[in-house]
């Protein structure tokens, strides 16, 4: 038994449950954190089994002004009722939000029959840092016209 080995909890041990670059224990659960910006209002789809869906995509930047580098998340929320679903429904293109999701990555076939994998994120936490009204973008392009 190496050093490190034994420094291991007598039970992870046992189940050969830990990771060599963490010491938590294995979880099939994958989170992701995001704060970025609404690409554009959301938007309610139904699924085939009838439940509604809100989609919503977010942009992150990073990297120096001059060569700024932008990465887009597609987010969906399984409709809740109430107070949340007004709150996600009122926010405007632009709006900045902080998200917290659970993660993972699905295999398709796509039109071109190649295999492609894409990564789902469905929301579960939503706070608002700075709301756009959906409203007042209407009117700025209603009065360009």
């Not at 309610?44 to 919503?56: E, H, M, N, P």
């Not at 993660?103 to 029959?113: I, P, V, W």
Request: glycine content about 10%.
């Amino acid at each position: 038994m190496s050093f490190l080995t034994s420094l291991r909890p007598a039970p992870l041990r046992a189940l050969n449950l830990t990771r060599s670059f963490s010491t938590t224990p294995v979880s099939r659960l994958a989170r992701m954190t995001i704060v970025g910006r609404l690409a554009d209002s959301p938007e309610i789809i139904a699924t085939a089994s009838g439940q509604d869906v809100i989609r919503d995509a977010l942009g992150t930047s990073h990297g120096p002004k001059d060569n700024r580098q932008t990465s887009w998340w597609k987010v969906a929320c399984f409709a809740p009722e109430g107070g949340l679903r007004d709150l996600v429904m009122g926010l405007g293109r632009g709006s900045l939000v902080y998200l917290e999701g659970d993660c993972s990555m699905n295999k398709f076939q796509g039109k071109d029959g190649t295999s492609q994998t894409a990564l789902s994120i469905v929301q579960r936490n939503v706070e608002v840092l700075d709301r756009r009204d959906p409203r007042a973008e209407g009117q700025a392009e209603g009065e360009s016209a």
